[in-house]
């Protein structure tokens, strides 16, 4: 989880291609602008150390879900809430990360129920305990 307030000074303009530059620029308020640019610098800093990947050009699936045109086995997501970010990446699997502001009115089991890694298939939520169970029955 990254706050913007702490880690605007941390943006690195020159890994983020010119194109994407000038699309977040077009972005009306400042905290958008600021939030995108976190989390693609945080984002290609990590994919340049960690996979050794420095091609950061995007396409959009049908979905319209960006992904990285010279590497497709790495998934990322981003979500934001306020000044936060959630930054989710993975390799060979599909990942998807949501900030949400907790209903004060539900139960700690409530919570906990939204808290579980999900799958989503055919329009369907799955949770992934109940998916380990059908896939691996014993």
Request: glycine fraction near 4%; hydrophobic fraction near 40%.
């Amino acid at each position: 989880m990254l706050d913007i307030n702490t880690n605007r000074q941390n943006i690195n303009p020159s890994i983020i291609p010119l194109e994407q530059q000038i699309q977040i620029g077009m972005y009306h308020f400042e905290i958008d602008r600021s939030r995108r640019l976190v989390a693609r610098s945080f984002l290609y800093t990590y994919l340049s150390t960690k996979y050794k990947s420095f091609d950061f050009l995007l396409g959009l699936n049908e979905f319209g879900r960006p992904y990285l045109l010279d590497n497709k086995r790495i998934s990322f997501s981003f979500s934001y809430l306020d000044q936060y970010i959630a930054v989710a990446v993975a390799k060979d699997r599909l990942v998807g990360v949501d900030i949400e502001v907790p209903n004060l009115q539900s139960t700690i089991e409530d919570e906990h129920q939204l808290l579980q890694p999900r799958f989503i298939k055919g329009g369907v939520v799955i949770n992934s305990n109940i998916l380990s169970r059908i896939l691996d029955p014993f």
